[in-house]
């Protein structure tokens, strides 16, 4: 009986050490064997199973695939003494496991280093340029940019190298200093970038101020117009009715040269019945019921009411 609780006993020590002893490597995974937590052979990269001495030694993964590590946002200061954030992001992955194990354990010690490293080089190349060349890429064709954006001298400054040029040159300094922890950089960019709230509110302030002045431009320019084609049309009236009176007049003075012409020739058959009748005109013209005249007995006026023809 004592036989068998031995046999039964030897059999689950013999299963347990073999399944302490196996270990499974996967795609994305490598693996260094530590012995009383210093490594020891080479490091497995080759996914399925795998076998170490139970008990005594200790699987330590590590990730192959790519990894992310995304920055602290920085207010960091240009050279032409504006401040701003600068908010990074970068991708990175293990390409030397032993000598990752040996120099930041994990990855929570490499996220820690990897501030350091990207976060002071972003630093020191932001300090080294001007604004103008973290926020732009390439030099602008004056022909493509508007008319009133042609007026804003900064706008047209040329840069030299430009954001991308500047993020690569940061990833060349930070990846000369990774090398030798294992770690491979893959890409650094620049995220984002913003002014502090200061310096942030005196930018739109300008901004603000300068739409404005263009805008004033435009208005005056479109009140100039209103004043130009305004005189245009006065001098247009003026002409429209100066040809308007000269025709009116030469009308005039057509008809009273007819009129006279009728009435010279109405004088001419009859003198007397013509003075007659245009002293009849002249009568109803000047004497109505609210009327009253006061004449001498000899007025001339008075010649057709004071004796028949």
Same mark, same amino acid.
């Given at each position: ?34 012995? !009383? *937590? ?9 996914? *399925? ?5 139970? !008990? ?10 790519? @990894? ?66 973290? /926020? ?17 001298? /900064?706008? @047209?400054?040329?840069?030299?190298? *430009? ?8 990833? %060349? ?8 922890? *294992?770690?491979?950089?893959?890409? @650094? ?5 913003? &002014?502090?709230?200061? /310096? ?15 805008? %004033? ?19 247009? @009236? ?6 308007? !009176? ?20 109405? &004088?001419?058959?009859?003198?007397? !019945? ?29 010649? &057709? ?5």
């Amino acid at each position: 009986m004592n036989r068998r609780y031995l046999v039964v006993g030897i059999v689950l020590a013999v299963l347990v050490a073999a399944a302490a002893s196996a270990f499974r490597v996967g795609e994305t995974e490598q693996v260094i064997i530590t012995q !009383f *937590g210093d490594p020891i052979g080479v490091p497995i990269k080759d996914p *399925g199973l795998h076998f170490k001495v139970p !008990f005594i030694q200790q699987a330590n993964y590590f990730d192959k695939r790519f @990894l992310e590590w995304d920055g602290n946002r920085n207010q960091v200061p240009t050279k032409d003494k504006r401040f701003i954030w600068v908010d990074t992001y970068a991708r990175w992955r293990i390409v030397d496991p032993l000598r990752f194990f040996q120099r930041l354990r994990d990855e929570r010690g490499a996220q820690s280093r990897l501030d350091d490293i990207l976060d002071g080089e972003t630093r020191n190349a932001v300090a080294r340029y001007d604004l103008i060349e973290l /926020v732009r890429n390439t030099n602008r064709n004056p022909a493509d940019i508007p008319i009133e954006a042609q007026e804003e001298e /900064v706008i @047209l400054n040329r840069i030299e190298k *430009g954001r991308d040029r500047v993020s690569r040159e940061i990833l %060349e300094r930070a990846s000369s200093r990774t090398a030798d922890l *294992g770690i491979e950089l893959l890409d @650094l960019r620049i995220k984002r970038i913003n &002014y502090v709230d200061e /310096v942030q509110r005196d930018v739109f302030a300008r901004m603000i101020a300068e739409r404005q002045r263009i805008a %004033e431009l435009y208005r005056s320019e479109g009140q100039g117009e209103a004043a130009r084609i305004e005189g245009e049309r006065e001098r247009d @009236l003026q002409r429209i009715q100066s040809e308007a !009176f000269r025709m009116a007049e030469d009308l005039r003075g057509k008809a009273d040269a007819e009129a006279t012409a009728i009435y010279a020739a109405a &004088y001419g058959r009859d003198a007397a !019945f013509y003075s007659f009748t245009r002293s009849l005109e002249m009568y109803e013209k000047m004497i109505d019921p609210g009327t009253t005249i006061i004449l001498g007995t000899d007025s001339e006026l008075l010649r &057709y009411l004071e004796r028949a023809r």
